[in-house]
């Protein structure tokens, strides 16, 4: 599996972060998730709080529309815009260096000309309410309408996002190789899960 690039997609709190980190870790290839924050603030055309604060979002549009004119009379790209593609040349940059793991950001579209193996992951709205709130810090007090309200909202962003730039529907069964549901595999299920249809498939 030494030219193997995988994508991740993933609901809010399913545990598709840890499943890439584990993943990646177990194939011995890279990981990509908020690093590919800090390697596009690199380039220093986006400090990594703008990027942090416009990515997997959709910006509203900038173009005002004049009286008497059908068009916008100028257009000016969003923040979305922006980030989406700077971290679209950076993915598919460090994709053609060498097999990866990817999460989010529309790296399943932006990578589809790689064939690439584009996984979802997906979980109960309970269970990942549940996972959420194990992992809020000592001394944050959250309740779990909170958390839960939390997820919804994030998801609808990223369904937002991704239908916006690849005009697909997000978490759609067709466009992925796998959709887990971890409910009950948990996060290591998932992995080995991922790596048995890697080898079983040849791909």
Partial sequence: M????????????????EIGVKLAKRLGVKFYDKELVDLLAKDGKYDASFIEAHEEKCSPPICP?????????????LPSD??????SKLIRSLAERGPC???????????????????????????????????????????????????????KKRAKYHEFYTDRKWGR????DLC??????????AVETIIRYCESCGR
């Fill in 173 to 176: 069964m067709e466009d992925y």
């Fill in 101 to 155: 793991v990817v999460i989010g950001r529309c790296a399943d579209y932006i990578l589809r000309n790689m064939n690439p193996i584009n996984c979802f992951i997906y979980a109960s709205l309970e269970e990942r309410v549940k996972r959420k709130m194990a992992m809020v810090p000592e001394g944050l007090d959250f309740t779990k309408d909170e958390i839960r309200k939390r997820i919804i909202d994030v998801d």
């Fill in 180 to 189: 887990i549901c971890t409910d009950k595999c948990g996060v290591d299920g």
């Fill in 82 to 87: 922006l980030i989406y593609k700077g971290q």
């Fill in 65 to 77: 529309v004049m009286p008497g004119f059908a068009m916008p009379v100028f257009y000016q790209d």
């Fill in 2 to 17: 030494s030219s193997r690039i995988i994508t991740i997609s993933r609901q809010f709190g399913s545990g598709g972060h």
